[in-house]
């Protein structure tokens, strides 16, 4: 794909003398000619770098049999410490399971904000810079099983995330309208990243949230986290009676339940299962200083590695994904830097062959794709 630089000329003034005759009150005055030359470049177009988004960090679940409460136990805000996957980019989006109990609303503005790690453990310190995103996502009516999304787009911010990061959940419920953040398995649903405290979860109240204050709440009854102080608290130390397997049992803090997220990134990948799809978002970057065209974007298959679970199976193969479309139209202009291009209408899938596919199980090392880009 090439784009060449509009041309600038520079041009080289003729020179004229100007001499001041006596008295003033006469000009004198000697003609002159001159020449000059002026040169112009054309420049080059910058080489573009077409990247993937996807999931950084994963807690996203396909159902939800637990979700977190702020009115019931006076909570305004909630959150966790994570880690991202190695490789991951830019920050783009933060998306967030709900689960509605009530009526639905447009205007109940939800913000999610991101902070650095505190000194001690557990701690909350500054928040990044500019690192805070309102958005108001359209809330159904519901009665505990409804569940919707909320993306909070971080694509304009420049912001690459590196190390542990805290994030924190905010909204005030309207009248007659009741949302809990959906909750997840940190063992079984949390697919990319990793949990730094896990059997904590991070919690701000005007009471010591999640405490015996509220034994009906949906978190317990521990009392490890301050009053109004945005920081971990112990979820594992009892089971709610009125809400049974909320964050797992005390024997296995490991277990224990946090806040349905995804994180996506530069560089991220989803996870597949057989039968299941994923988007193939895009990233591209322009290092050029003018904005470049790009018509269309194809994605292909390159490799993909196989485990050794069962060598007598057959080896994990590209053939059993496919991409389609396998081409993103653009048909635009891609200003200097990175711009993204979210959702690109590329989709990858595992097919669910008849066959077993133990594999291409990445805990067997299988099922690691490459893609490639092209433009």
């Known amino acids: 794909m090439k784009r060449f630089m509009s041309k600038k000329l520079l041009v080289v003034g003729v020179a004229m003398a100007l001499v001041l ?8 005055y000697f003609t002159a000619h001159g020449s000059g030359t002026g040169s112009a470049t054309t420049g080059s177009a910058a080489n573009l770098t077409i990247s993937q988004v996807g999931p950084g960090y994963d807690s996203l679940a396909s159902t939800y049999h637990q979700d977190q409460c702020f009115e019931c136990v006076g909570l305004t805000e909630f959150g966790n410490e994570i880690n991202l996957a190695a490789g991951s980019g830019q920050l783009s989006n933060v998306v967030v399971a709900f689960r509605s109990y009530a009526g639905g609303t447009s205007s109940e503005p939800i913000t999610l904000t991101l902070y650095n790690p505190g000194v001690s453990p557990g701690s909350v310190g500054s928040a990044i810079p500019y690192a805070s995103v309102t958005t108001d996502p359209t809330i159904p009516p519901g009665d505990g099983h409804t569940v919707f999304y909320a993306t909070f787009d971080f694509s304009a911010l420049d912001l690459t995330l590196s190390g542990p990061v805290v994030y924190g959940i905010s909204f005030t419920d309207e009248a007659g309208v009741t949302i809990n953040v959906a909750l997840s398995n940190s063992v079984s649903n949390l697919t990319v990243g990793s949990d730094v405290y896990p059997g904590y979860v991070f919690v701000d109240g005007v009471t010591n949230a999640l405490s015996a204050g509220y034994p009906s709440s949906d978190a317990g009854t521990c009392a490890t986290s301050t009053a109004s102080v945005f920081m971990a608290t112990d979820i594992n130390c009892a089971t709610p009676p009125l809400n049974y397997g909320a964050y797992g049992p005390g024997s296995n803090p490991a277990n224990a339940d946090i806040p349905a997220v995804e994180f ?21 970057t322009n290092p050029g200083a003018s904005s470049a065209y790009v018509g269309t974007v194809t994605a292909v298959i390159s490799s993909v590695t196989s485990g050794s679970v069962t060598p007598a199976e057959s080896a994990c193969s590209t053939g059993e994904y496919s ?11 891609v200003a200097p830097g990175t711009t993204f291009f979210v959702p690109s209408g590329i989709t990858i899938t595992m097919i669910n062959e008849s066959y077993p596919q133990d594999n291409c199980q990445g805990s067997a090392g299988g099922g690691v794709l490459t893609l490639g880009f092209s433009s």
């Not at 005759?21 to 004198?28: D, K, N, Q, S, V």
């Not at 991409?323 to 202009?333: E, F, K, M, Q, R």
């Open 323 to 333: 991409l389609s479309p396998a081409t993103d139209v653009i048909n635009g202009y």
């Open 21 to 28: 005759g006596i008295g003033g009150a006469a000009f004198a």
């Open 264 to 284: 996506n990134v530069v560089g991220g990948s989803p996870v597949l299962y057989p039968g299941s799809s994923a988007p193939v978002d895009l990233a591209i």
